[in-house]
């Protein structure tokens, strides 16, 4: 097997891809949800994408749950991408990575 398929092969072996638990928080005001994505934003600008990516996820915020995985993306996470774009609804870019690994399944099994 090639070092690329064993490098992604080996990004697959995570516990637990995408948990069903990471939904937003369902009892958050409008007030609530709009105050912690503007200090997601902030955090995001600031660099503190793990910081963001928390309160993201805590507030279902599509927009900024997809920026987070174009940037997991740039950093070669696309795993962590998926799973960013899934939350985010975001089918578009959700589904080229969808096809890769399926892609990447179906050469580890005629291997």
Same mark, same amino acid.
């Given at each position: +097997?090639?070092? /690329?398929?064993?490098?992604?092969?080996?990004?697959? #072996?995570?516990?637990?891809?995408?948990?069903?638990?990471?939904?937003?928080?369902?009892?958050?005001?409008?007030?609530?949800? =709009?105050? &912690?994505?503007?200090?997601?934003?902030?955090?995001?600008?600031?660099?503190?994408?793990?910081?963001? /990516?928390?309160?993201?996820?805590?507030?279902?915020? #599509?927009?900024?749950?997809?920026?987070?995985?174009?940037?997991?993306?740039?950093?070669?996470?696309?795993?962590?991408?998926? /799973? !960013?774009?899934?939350?985010?609804?975001?089918?578009?870019? =959700?589904?080229? &990575?969808?096809? /890769? !690994?399926?892609?990447?399944? =179906?050469? +580890?099994?005629?291997?």
């Amino acid at each position: +097997m090639s070092s /690329k398929i064993t490098d992604d092969i080996d990004r697959l #072996s995570v516990p637990g891809l995408i948990k069903s638990t990471d939904r937003p928080v369902q009892n958050l005001s409008t007030e609530q949800r =709009a105050a &912690l994505n503007r200090k997601g934003n902030q955090f995001f600008n600031e660099g503190d994408v793990e910081s963001a /990516k928390r309160i993201f996820v805590t507030t279902g915020y #599509s927009d900024g749950l997809t920026r987070i995985g174009d940037k997991l993306s740039e950093k070669g996470a696309e795993l962590d991408a998926l /799973k !960013m774009y899934w939350l985010a609804h975001n089918r578009r870019k =959700a589904d080229p &990575l969808i096809e /890769k !690994m399926a892609k990447l399944i =179906a050469t +580890m099994l005629t291997d």
